[in-house]
């Protein structure tokens, strides 16, 4: 049987990780089910912490690369996520912010919501060509996919204009 469309996608994107216990066959396994970054590599790496544990990702437009952190050591721990805002009355800019505290038991569960999280920067950026500044739409697609299993999920209806298996021109480096 020929492999699906979405895994011969992650098959072209470069994977490694510098994480004790999550080699890069284990972090490909982890990320199979969501939708690759095409055109940009996944790289893991060690989060040191001095007081606690927190999340920590980066995606870095220039080396078309998404680095995600894993604290180390690992520990589980509750973290607050933003899902959204709404805009106080009065004159003065100021926001109510809503929050969902998450617990994170497992580090597959800390690299598959900071990989979410930085693909939906990666989406916005070079897919929909907007601005990637979108923390709480991005927490807010991590939050809905990072512990389902995303198996029978068409990724194209999902996310508009996305197709992981066509090759597009990426925007220039800043």
């Not at 930085?118 to 739409?137: C, N």
Request: net charge positive.
């Amino acid at each position: 049987m020929p492999p699906s469309p979405l895994r011969r996608a992650w098959s072209v994107v470069p994977v490694r990780s510098r994480v004790t216990g999550v080699d890069a066959d284990t972090l490909r396994r982890w990320l199979a089910d969501l939708p690759p970054p095409v055109g940009y590599a996944v790289s893991a790496r060690r989060l040191r912490y001095r007081q606690a544990p927190h999340l920590a990702a980066f995606c870095w437009y220039e080396d078309r690369l998404i680095e995600l952190q894993v604290p180390e050591p690992f520990r589980l721990w509750d973290e607050k996520v933003y899902v959204r805002a709404r805009r106080k009355p009065g004159r003065r800019l100021a926001f109510q912010w809503f929050s969902q505290t998450i617990r994170f038991r497992t580090r597959r569960e800390v690299l598959r919501f900071l990989y979410c999280h930085e693909f939906y920067h990666w989406y916005l950026r070079e897919v929909r060509g907007r601005k990637a500044a979108a923390e709480t739409a991005c927490d807010r697609f991590a939050l809905a996919h990072f512990r389902a299993r995303n198996r029978g999920v068409e990724w194209t209806s999902v996310l508009p204009g996305y197709a992981p298996a066509a090759r597009r021109r990426l925007k220039p480096a800043a």
